[in-house]
């Protein structure tokens, strides 16, 4: 198992009012799962996303990453964590407009510290294996929404993480895209044995679930593979 969720109870408060977006939510998810979180608008499925990567607290409940409670950690423990270990791609790509293709991909090893020479040559292999070594020294706007989505992804996967999340990855991209970038992601699933957690709101997208939850109103109705 690497991450599990134990109860996990997240409110908000607005205007005197309490939501429970995560109303004790409870989950297993295995290494090498492809999980999908489905459920309609305002069910909890990004909120589920930012708790599961430490961006937001908990109101109670544990988070337990890779045997290790990270729910209760500090801020400077948790971005260590999420650096190292976990990749996170977002529908809007999220690439940093002035920088080349490259050097976005580079990001992640920039934080790590990683000499240039080595992350270069990290970064060539991985644009390489998602098919962009033509585009390296390109900006995000001179690309296609397909290869920004891809740099994105080689972007998610370059420090070798354990886990990525992803929210609504294809949101943005038309169908033929969406099923490039989902076959992407089950190749890198499948050949790095890394976790991906996948929210969507894409039926052809939750497919490729092997292991799906579906929220409503905070609470999770169905899980199962
Ligand atoms: N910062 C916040 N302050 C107050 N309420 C919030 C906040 N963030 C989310 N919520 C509420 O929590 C609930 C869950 O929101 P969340 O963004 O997780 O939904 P979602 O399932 O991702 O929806 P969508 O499919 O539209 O992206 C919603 O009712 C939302 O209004
Ligand atoms: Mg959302």
Redesign the pocket.
């Known amino acids: 198992m690497i991450l599990q969720g134990e109860n996990i109870l997240k409110q ?3 205007k005197g009012e309490t ?1 429970n ?1 995560l109303d004790h939510v409870s989950f297993k998810v295995n290494k090498g799962d492809f999980v999908t979180v489905t ?10 996303l ?1 708790a599961l990567f430490g961006l937001i607290r908990l109101t109670s409940g544990n988070i337990i990453f890779d045997g290790k409670r990270i729910d209760n950690i500090g801020d400077r423990q948790l971005t260590d964590i999420r650096k190292k270990s976990i990749g996170y791609i977002l529908q809007s790509f999220a690439l940093i407009p002035y920088l080349t293709t490259i050097q976005n991909v580079m990001i992640p090893l920039a934080l790590e510290k990683i000499p240039g020479k080595e992350q270069a040559k990290r970064a060539r292999e991985i644009l390489d294996y998602v098919g962009l070594s033509d585009r390296m020294e390109h900006l995000p706007r001179e690309l296609s929404a397909g290869q920004q989505q891809r740099i994105a992804i080689a972007r998610s996967i370059i420090h070798r993480p354990q886990i990525i999340m992803a ?2 990855p294809t949101g943005n991209l038309d169908p033929t895209l969406s099923l490039e970038i989902l076959e992407f992601l089950k190749k890198i699933n499948r050949e790095n044995k890394i976790t991906i957690i996948m ?1 969507t ?1 894409s039926s052809v997208a939750a497919g490729y679930g092997t292991m799906k939850l579906h ?1 409503n109103e ?1 609470k999770i109705v169905t899980s199962g593979n």
Do not use: F, M, N
Request: proline share 5%; hydrophobic share 25%; charged share 15%.
């Open positions: 908000y408060h607005h939501i977006a459920g309609p608008s305002g069910s909890g499925k990004s909120t589920l930012l929210d609504e929210v709101h929220l905070g």
